[in-house]
């Protein structure tokens, strides 16, 4: 059975830190990989989405990182602003049936 | 992306009672919606698969009798709440996936039963 994990599960940092959240998983044979920003009582933004034959991904001030044999996957956010705070959420695809299994998130506060 | 959009955003009612959240995928026709269920401060879990025009797929531990799910549209999924008690009180979210890819979530619903 498919498990994710994200740690640390909370993260403070100054504004205008480089920045790396980790998701990992337990079996490596996946579909894809998602990670997501949810903001307090919101839905899911989409940010960055790795097929599994992919090795990262990149968007603007963040990149995602997908190594399948060790079963990780990083979110690296560079030179961070207040405006990144909320929680990030990877989500692993197990096959083409478009189930996710999430990990439980990491809530990041960026200072001022 | 996609558009995705839920309705109530926001449900107060009493237990026993029923409830249906609406689920649109605005911008491009959904043959297939995901419903999530989100408790405070944990992720989200999968609660069944909705399907055009034919009948939801549920995962295990999840009452279909309780979640009624109904998608008779390519562009509207419902889920509907039945005989609901505060243990249904939580954070409900659809999502929709554009060919085998990409998933996009809806703003989420926020359910308190009394």
């Known amino acids: 059975k498919q498990e994710v994990t994200q740690i640390p599960a909370a993260l403070s940092v100054p504004e205008g830190e480089n920045l790396v959240l980790n998701c990992s998983f337990t079996d490596s044979a996946i579909y894809n990989l998602q990670w997501f920003r949810q903001d307090p009582g919101k839905g899911l933004t989409s940010l960055l989405l790795i097929q599994s034959s992919q090795r990262e991904q990149t968007s603007g001030r963040l990149n995602a990182s997908l190594d399948k044999s060790s079963g990780r996957s990083t979110l690296y956010i560079a030179a961070s602003q207040p405006g990144d705070s909320a929680t990030y959420l990877c989500a692993v695809g197990t096959d083409n049936t478009g189930k996710l299994i999430f990990g439980q998130g990491t809530t990041l506060q960026v200072k001022p | 992306g996609a558009v995705v959009s839920q309705h109530p955003s926001r449900v107060i009612c009493k237990s026993g009672t029923s409830v249906k959240i609406e689920c649109r995928s605005l911008?491009?026709?959904?043959?297939?919606m995901f419903w999530y269920r989100q408790f405070p401060k944990k992720s989200l879990m999968l609660m069944a698969t909705s399907n055009e025009g034919s009948k939801a797929t549920y995962e295990q531990g999840v009452e279909k009798d309780k979640f009624l799910i109904n998608h008779a549209s390519l562009t509207l999924s419902t889920l509907t709440v039945t005989s609901a008690h505060p243990e249904d009180s939580s954070f409900y979210i659809c999502s929709t996936r554009k060919g085998y890819n990409e998933q996009f979530f809806g703003p989420g619903t926020r359910l308190t039963v009394l």
């Open positions: 911008d491009f026709q959904a043959t297939t």
